[in-house]
């Protein structure tokens, strides 16, 4: 079942991953206008064109979001004031989990898509592709976890959703997997 079948009212915060992850509106949903597939996730995420969307965004993105959003057929869209109240989200360099991960069994959790996954992963993670997560499959809720992706974008959107669930032990890895893998 959809992540969000019963949900009727989303606030959609599409600034940068970097944004969000410094300034996170609580209750928002991380959809990033650059850097990622907008129009795609949006859509995937929310399926019902009828449900009341809150899109925050940036001065220089605002009009140009805001058409595609209509486009889409999202009729209950309404841009609003980025709320001055919001707090930082943890997240940590690749320098920083190369370290961490010597030390500790922290828990990781990849939400790659299975394909991905064989091209490499970081040891014993745990998968769980985003897709799932928005069909209603979740991580085991007792766990901290470092959340990655391929590049950080698809983390932070899996961190937003399930801390707006109630999930909210993640730090997300900056970069993701291909930054953690890059040869310097």
């Known amino acids: 079942m959809h992540i969000f079948t019963d949900r009727k009212h989303i606030i959609i915060d599409t600034r940068s991953s970097e944004e969000f992850l410094d300034h996170h509106i609580e209750g928002s949903v991380f959809v990033g206008f650059n850097g990622g597939n907008f129009k795609y996730w949006l859509e995937l995420l929310l399926p019902d064109k009828n449900a009341d969307i809150e899109v925050i965004a940036t001065a220089l993105d605002a009009d140009k979001i805001m058409v595609i959003v209509n486009d889409l057929g ?42 991905e996954y064989q091209q490499g992963s970081v040891g014993q993670s745990e998968k769980l592709p985003l897709s799932d ?12 976890y470092i959340i990655h992706c391929g590049s950080g974008y698809r983390s932070i959107i899996a961190m937003s959703l399930l801390k707006l669930l109630g999930r909210c032990k993640f730090i997300n890895l900056d970069g993701g997997y291909q930054k953690l893998t890059a040869k310097k």
Do not use: C, M
């Not at 869209?77 to 709320?83: N, W």
């Not at 997560?133 to 901290?144: F, S």
């Open 133 to 144: 997560i928005i069909q209603g499959q979740l991580p085991n809720e007792d766990k901290e």
């Open 74 to 115: 999202y009729r209950n869209a309404k841009l609003v004031e980025l709320d001055t109240t919001g707090v930082a989200l943890d997240h940590i360099s690749t320098d920083e989990f190369k370290k961490i991960k010597q030390h500790t069994d922290l828990a990781v959790l990849d939400v790659r898509e299975a394909d």
